[in-house]
């Protein structure tokens, strides 16, 4: 029997170590059982209506106990208020993350502006939806409307928006700005010609990013945007649907038929989400150093 | 206590790419032996390969043997974590663990292998310090981080934290290249007096260093453009930096190339 | 033309663009930083707005806004108060947030730490779905599936367990505060989980070999190196999902039985919170109605402000920390 200059660890510190790593793959496994499990029913209980009458028709004269019935009106309102959304909220948003980066850099206003983004971000969206019906439901008198839907929508995108574009803009070098203004372009044309073409793929991803997480959000324009069973493709004007709405609605409702809706609506707006954020992965991935473009 | 170790037909890989080839030496106990040779050409490498820090890289991995007093660290059975016990490792920058203070730094492998009283890792703490000639400048300061201190205190302490699970092996990867001369200095002298208690292999790029702490020296060259690392020669430091046999080690020591 | 300046090579187009003078520097300036005040302006006015038009619901209460337990704003004499509500808020988001941590950092280590290389970036993709699915999807989940699986669990701790107060109680249901905290739980792992990752991933290799080469087992080199350095950046980013959490209106408001108890039972049918009282009472909320309901979104938006801010702190404080010591 030969001795052994290399002892063996203690089976003690092997077992520890073995257990670590059983928790760890455990705590894997344990995460993806619900996304799983979440989007196994959307597409087992989605499919059932997922057809051309429920992409096409609003909910408009459907009784309680009715079968059939849409989300036309929802997918509708869904799209103007994210459009809507986006037009307000990425130029403030571009344009802040721009001052942040270029203009206001340590500054004392520029140090409060992105303590306060910080804060924004943090802010429930239901508290978003509640300061649109106190400032312009409530105060200016306006009406429940797609466009108070996006104003919500919009206080939620910001501060995402101003963050992913400030990475973005952090990471054009410092030279590629010197030498523009070697050449005597000014600071503005500068930014607009050089700085941000070359960070536009990131901002386009982020932006995307942003409006992935708002399409799905409820609460917001449940306070803004109200309930309606009937197509109203006027944002400004009346109440409008939106497809998570329409999924919080019909869930509530107590009927089987309606809890189907609500599935179709899951799986209409979860592809809708999915198919943003891939879009957004595709367009940082297409632009990637590691693709060697 | 320190053992013999015996290196043949050893090569080792980044992923495809053969990073060195066919090394074979032998290294006495108790003595300090010297990697030179000019960047890129496998010596830390190989080094990293005689404690198996050389596979924690992805992709990377080692063919051929390394016997530490007759057995092979590449041998069925053999553990890394077991093998790195007893070769320890100091490296080119000096990395104390930025949260713990500098007691629990040089108490951190202790920890590892079963629990002791306090007052016998006190003692451990107080002799590794002490053996690392750093226990006179820290001694009324353990508990602060050892971050805080001076890159040669740092240093220093890292060969405390390494000598104090009593390795058979001291491995030091450029230990001074980020160092001002006197704390060069410093770990020079300690190198002299840690020889009696441990064997030493150090990489340098420094060949006054080399020449003055080595007993052995081994020049490492590439084989050619874009070929492995090989030993191109190894002998009495003092043989090598007067009298080498191969033109390549002249031209290197006198400052031809690399 | 833009489309031409893309890096290094955009010396001409540069070159042309220079002779025309700098007209447009002080609107674009303007116009930058007028952006930056606006959002400003919109987080002052948030703060303001939402105090005015809860004053009058305010004044009109009868009850104590603070430790009333009752919701009753629409009544000749309206009486409410956020007692209850505050409690569950809190109460739901803590235990998600015990349920969520663990398994987060487990999830980060994994990715960052056991996963084969290659693997771990789609896997990583994989929990950030979690993280895109939208909470109403959650809540759907969580009354249709969720609440009925739990309830064999539930009523298997509270025949074994019942003796502890948290799972007594007289009756136990799918839609309790136990199913509402899982849901939330499983919504704020991913951010958890990927804040987590970046941190683990940060950890400078020489520490990691540093470990390593004391012998130290992976798992010994997570505790000495790894977990250390991380600590902050975990800690912030549970703050910042109990933040979440705290925030989460649809999902809870689906599950929630809506009563106005203080009761850490948390498997009886029983619980609410102020973001699912907004949601449930807000459809048959008058003038008052509509007040009180702001005046509870002011409570919930101070309460998340206060955590999110001790993130901050935490991230802002290890920056410091960190900067000092490279």
Redesign the interface.
Same mark, same amino acid.
Request: hydrophobic fraction near 50%.
């Given at each position: 029997m030969?001795t052994?200059?290399?002892?063996? %660890?203690?089976t003690g510190? /092997?077992l520890?170590?073995r257990l670590?790593?059983t928790?760890?793959?455990?705590?894997?496994a344990?995460? %993806?059982i619900?996304?799983i499990?979440?989007?196994w029913? %959307?597409i087992k209980n989605g499919l059932a209506r997922f057809d051309l009458d429920f992409l096409t028709h609003s909910m408009r004269g459907i009784g309680a106990r009715d079968i059939g019935g849409g989300a036309y009106h929802a997918i509708l309102g869904t799209l103007e208020q994210v459009l809507l959304a986006s037009l307000i909220s990425v130029?403030? !948003?571009?344009?802040?993350a721009?001052?942040?980066v270029?203009? !206001?850099r340590g500054g004392r206003?520029?140090r409060?502006?992105s303590f306060?983004?910080?804060?924004?971000?943090?802010?429930?969206?239901? #508290?978003?939806g509640?300061?649109v019906?106190?400032?312009w439901v409530?105060?200016l008198g306006m009406p429940f409307s797609g466009f108070a839907g996006a104003l919500a929508l919009s206080?939620l995108m910001?501060p995402t928006v #101003?963050r992913s574009t400030e990475e973005m803009l952090l990471l054009v070098p410092g030279d590629?700005r010197e030498?523009?203004y070697a050449? !005597?372009?000014?600071?503005? /044309?500068t930014?607009?010609? %050089?700085v941000?073409?070359?960070a536009l793929t990131g901002i386009v991803t982020g932006v995307m990013l942003a409006i992935? /997480?708002v399409? !799905?959000?409820?609460?917001p324009l449940?306070?803004t945007v109200f309930?309606t069973d009937s197509i109203n493709s006027d944002p400004f004007n009346g109440p409008q649907m939106g497809l998570?709405l329409y #999924?919080?609605d019909q869930?509530?409702r107590p009927t089987d038929i309606a809890?189907d809706r609500?599935?179709t609506g899951?799986l209409t707006?979860?592809l809708i #989400?999915?198919l943003l954020?891939l879009v957004a992965?595709l367009i940082a991935w297409w632009r990637s150093p590691a693709r060697g473009r | 206590m320190s053992q013999q170790i015996q290196v043949s037909g050893l090569d080792a890989y980044y992923g495809r790419h053969k990073a060195i080839e066919d090394i074979s030496m032998t290294i006495e106990p108790n003595t300090i032996t010297a990697f030179i040779g000019p960047s890129g050409c496998g010596k830390s490498t190989f080094l990293r390969t005689l404690n198996r820090m050389h596979e924690v890289i992805p992709g990377a991995r080692v063919e051929g043997k390394v016997l530490l007093d007759g057995e092979d660290l590449y041998g069925p059975g053999v553990e890394p974590v077991s093998v790195r016990r007893m070769i320890g490792m100091v490296f080119q920058r000096p990395n104390p663990f930025p949260t713990m203070s500098i007691y629990e730094n040089v108490a951190a492998g202790l920890r590892l292998n079963g629990r002791r009283s306090k007052s016998e890792v006190d003692g451990i703490v107080e002799t590794s310090l002490k053996g690392a000639n750093l226990w006179n400048e820290v001694k009324d300061r353990l508990g602060k981080p050892g971050a805080g201190l001076s890159g040669g205190q740092q240093q220093r302490l890292c060969i405390a934290r390494a000598i104090a699970v009593r390795p058979e092996v001291l491995l030091m990867d450029e230990p001074c290249s980020a160092l001002d001369p006197i704390s060069t200095l410093a770990i020079e002298d300690l190198m002299a007096e840690l020889k009696s208690q441990f064997t030493i292999i150090i990489v340098t790029h420094n060949m006054q260093q080399a020449a003055r702490v080595s007993d052995r020296t081994a020049f490492f060259n590439l084989a050619g453009q874009g070929q492995p690392g090989r030993v191109i020669e190894m002998d009495e430091t003092s043989r090598i930096f007067t009298n080498p046999s191969q033109k390549a080690t002249e031209d290197y020591i006198t400052g031809r190339f690399g | 033309m833009a489309a031409t300046v893309h890096t290094r090579d955009g010396g001409s187009a540069l070159g042309r663009s220079a002779s025309r003078r700098s007209r447009g520097e002080t609107p674009f300036r303007y116009a930058s930083t007028g952006a930056g005040i606006l959002l400003l302006a919109i987080m002052a006015a948030i703060a303001v707005f939402l105090v005015v038009e809860a004053i009058p619901a305010l004044r009109a209460n009868t009850g104590g806004f603070f430790t009333t337990q009752t919701w009753e704003p629409n009544a000749t004499r309206p009486s409410f108060g956020i007692a209850a509500l505050a409690f569950g808020t809190v109460f739901s988001a803590l235990l998600a947030l015990i349920m969520a941590v663990p398994v987060a950092v487990g999830v980060a280590l994994f990715i960052s730490h056991y996963a084969p290389r290659r693997l771990a970036g789609v896997l990583g993709y994989v929990v950030d779905l979690l993280a895109a699915v939208p909470s109403v999807v959650y809540g759907l989940w969580g009354i249709t599936f969720l609440a009925p699986f739990m309830v064999g669990p539930s009523n298997f701790l509270h025949d074994h367990l019942g003796f502890i107060p948290l799972f007594g109680g007289d009756i136990v249901a799918g839609r309790s505060m136990l199913t509402a905290s899982l849901v939330l739980a499983v919504m704020i792992l991913p951010i958890i989980a990927a804040i987590s990752r970046e941190v683990f991933l940060q950890v400078p290799r020489a520490h990691e070999e540093a470990a390593l080469a004391l012998g130290a087992t992976r798992w010994e080199v997570i505790r000495m190196a790894v977990l250390p350095y991380g600590r902050p950046g975990v800690i912030s980013a549970a703050m910042l999902g109990l933040g979440r959490a705290m925030g989460e209106t649809i999902a809870v408001a689906l599950i929630f039985q809506a009563t106005f108890d203080i009761s850490f039972r948390i498997l009886t049918p029983q619980g609410n919170s102020i973001a699912a009282n907004i949601a449930n009472r807000f459809g048959e909320a008058t003038q008052t109605g509509r007040g009180a309901l702001i005046a509870s979104g002011l409570v919930l938006f101070v309460i998340t402000l206060l955590v999110n801010m001790g993130a901050r702190f935490i991230v802002a404080r290890r920056k410091e920390f960190s900067g000092a010591a490279a």
């Amino acid at each position: 029997m030969t001795t052994h200059t290399v002892q063996r %660890v203690s089976t003690g510190r /092997r077992l520890k170590d073995r257990l670590v790593q059983t928790l760890v793959y455990l705590a894997f496994a344990v995460a %993806v059982i619900p996304l799983i499990s979440v989007l196994w029913l %959307v597409i087992k209980n989605g499919l059932a209506r997922f057809d051309l009458d429920f992409l096409t028709h609003s909910m408009r004269g459907i009784g309680a106990r009715d079968i059939g019935g849409g989300a036309y009106h929802a997918i509708l309102g869904t799209l103007e208020q994210v459009l809507l959304a986006s037009l307000i909220s990425v130029p403030i !948003g571009l344009l802040t993350a721009i001052y942040l980066v270029e203009y !206001g850099r340590g500054g004392r206003l520029s140090r409060a502006i992105s303590f306060f983004v910080d804060v924004m971000t943090g802010i429930p969206s239901v #508290v978003a939806g509640l300061f649109v019906l106190a400032f312009w439901v409530l105060a200016l008198g306006m009406p429940f409307s797609g466009f108070a839907g996006a104003l919500a929508l919009s206080i939620l995108m910001m501060p995402t928006v #101003v963050r992913s574009t400030e990475e973005m803009l952090l990471l054009v070098p410092g030279d590629l700005r010197e030498a523009s203004y070697a050449l !005597g372009v000014p600071k503005w /044309r500068t930014i607009v010609k %050089v700085v941000l073409p070359t960070a536009l793929t990131g901002i386009v991803t982020g932006v995307m990013l942003a409006i992935a /997480r708002v399409a !799905g959000e409820t609460a917001p324009l449940m306070l803004t945007v109200f309930f309606t069973d009937s197509i109203n493709s006027d944002p400004f004007n009346g109440p409008q649907m939106g497809l998570p709405l329409y #999924v919080f609605d019909q869930a509530r409702r107590p009927t089987d038929i309606a809890v189907d809706r609500a599935w179709t609506g899951a799986l209409t707006l979860i592809l809708i #989400v999915m198919l943003l954020n891939l879009v957004a992965r595709l367009i940082a991935w297409w632009r990637s150093p590691a693709r060697g473009r | 206590m320190s053992q013999q170790i015996q290196v043949s037909g050893l090569d080792a890989y980044y992923g495809r790419h053969k990073a060195i080839e066919d090394i074979s030496m032998t290294i006495e106990p108790n003595t300090i032996t010297a990697f030179i040779g000019p960047s890129g050409c496998g010596k830390s490498t190989f080094l990293r390969t005689l404690n198996r820090m050389h596979e924690v890289i992805p992709g990377a991995r080692v063919e051929g043997k390394v016997l530490l007093d007759g057995e092979d660290l590449y041998g069925p059975g053999v553990e890394p974590v077991s093998v790195r016990r007893m070769i320890g490792m100091v490296f080119q920058r000096p990395n104390p663990f930025p949260t713990m203070s500098i007691y629990e730094n040089v108490a951190a492998g202790l920890r590892l292998n079963g629990r002791r009283s306090k007052s016998e890792v006190d003692g451990i703490v107080e002799t590794s310090l002490k053996g690392a000639n750093l226990w006179n400048e820290v001694k009324d300061r353990l508990g602060k981080p050892g971050a805080g201190l001076s890159g040669g205190q740092q240093q220093r302490l890292c060969i405390a934290r390494a000598i104090a699970v009593r390795p058979e092996v001291l491995l030091m990867d450029e230990p001074c290249s980020a160092l001002d001369p006197i704390s060069t200095l410093a770990i020079e002298d300690l190198m002299a007096e840690l020889k009696s208690q441990f064997t030493i292999i150090i990489v340098t790029h420094n060949m006054q260093q080399a020449a003055r702490v080595s007993d052995r020296t081994a020049f490492f060259n590439l084989a050619g453009q874009g070929q492995p690392g090989r030993v191109i020669e190894m002998d009495e430091t003092s043989r090598i930096f007067t009298n080498p046999s191969q033109k390549a080690t002249e031209d290197y020591i006198t400052g031809r190339f690399g | 033309m833009a489309a031409t300046v893309h890096t290094r090579d955009g010396g001409s187009a540069l070159g042309r663009s220079a002779s025309r003078r700098s007209r447009g520097e002080t609107p674009f300036r303007y116009a930058s930083t007028g952006a930056g005040i606006l959002l400003l302006a919109i987080m002052a006015a948030i703060a303001v707005f939402l105090v005015v038009e809860a004053i009058p619901a305010l004044r009109a209460n009868t009850g104590g806004f603070f430790t009333t337990q009752t919701w009753e704003p629409n009544a000749t004499r309206p009486s409410f108060g956020i007692a209850a509500l505050a409690f569950g808020t809190v109460f739901s988001a803590l235990l998600a947030l015990i349920m969520a941590v663990p398994v987060a950092v487990g999830v980060a280590l994994f990715i960052s730490h056991y996963a084969p290389r290659r693997l771990a970036g789609v896997l990583g993709y994989v929990v950030d779905l979690l993280a895109a699915v939208p909470s109403v999807v959650y809540g759907l989940w969580g009354i249709t599936f969720l609440a009925p699986f739990m309830v064999g669990p539930s009523n298997f701790l509270h025949d074994h367990l019942g003796f502890i107060p948290l799972f007594g109680g007289d009756i136990v249901a799918g839609r309790s505060m136990l199913t509402a905290s899982l849901v939330l739980a499983v919504m704020i792992l991913p951010i958890i989980a990927a804040i987590s990752r970046e941190v683990f991933l940060q950890v400078p290799r020489a520490h990691e070999e540093a470990a390593l080469a004391l012998g130290a087992t992976r798992w010994e080199v997570i505790r000495m190196a790894v977990l250390p350095y991380g600590r902050p950046g975990v800690i912030s980013a549970a703050m910042l999902g109990l933040g979440r959490a705290m925030g989460e209106t649809i999902a809870v408001a689906l599950i929630f039985q809506a009563t106005f108890d203080i009761s850490f039972r948390i498997l009886t049918p029983q619980g609410n919170s102020i973001a699912a009282n907004i949601a449930n009472r807000f459809g048959e909320a008058t003038q008052t109605g509509r007040g009180a309901l702001i005046a509870s979104g002011l409570v919930l938006f101070v309460i998340t402000l206060l955590v999110n801010m001790g993130a901050r702190f935490i991230v802002a404080r290890r920056k410091e920390f960190s900067g000092a010591a490279a």
